[in-house]
């Protein structure tokens, strides 16, 4: 999760909000809410970027099927991966990023699908995405211009979550 937050998450919405903030000369409380807000966001959109790599449509990502394991990235998904698949299974894994075939590739998702760990993993992605708009939803209420920000983060969280590229 830590290779997740540092890759993507936290210089794709976590730092350049903050730092839009400070420069809008926002209030510590506020920082505090969006610093919350950017980490939580920020790793949905990472774990988002993980299931893409793995299960992502070729004509829509860009990438091959299943990139991260050909490459043998290190992310959540394989991590638990090596927890949960049987052994002839975890050895087959053992083998991304060096000798994997387009039938490898397949049967690692199919049997990382059945395992449980996409279905898991989309659930990190919705406890992320609720928590940062949780962080900022106390201040979404009235109609000022940090309530329209607040409710425009609201919905920028679901579609960094559920993004499809």
Partial sequence: MAVAQLKSGGYTIKRPLELGAATAGADQSTLRRLEVYGHEAG??????????????????????????????????????????????????????????????????????????????????????????TSAVAPLASGNGPRAGAANALIKLAGQVAWRDR
């Fill in 43 to 132: 790793s949905a959109f990472a774990l988002r970027d993980d299931i893409l790599g793995v299960w992502g449509d070729p004509t829509v990502t860009g990438k091959p099927a299943g990139d991260d394991l050909i490459a043998g990235k290190p992310t959540v998904i394989i991590a638990l991966a090596h927890q949960r698949l049987p052994l002839s299974e975890r050895r087959l894994l053992d083998r991304a990023g060096s000798e994997l075939t387009k039938d490898d590739v397949v049967r690692l998702q199919q049997v990382i699908t059945i395992c449980g760990v996409r279905a898991e993993v989309e659930t990190m992605i919705q406890r992320h995405v609720d928590c940062a």
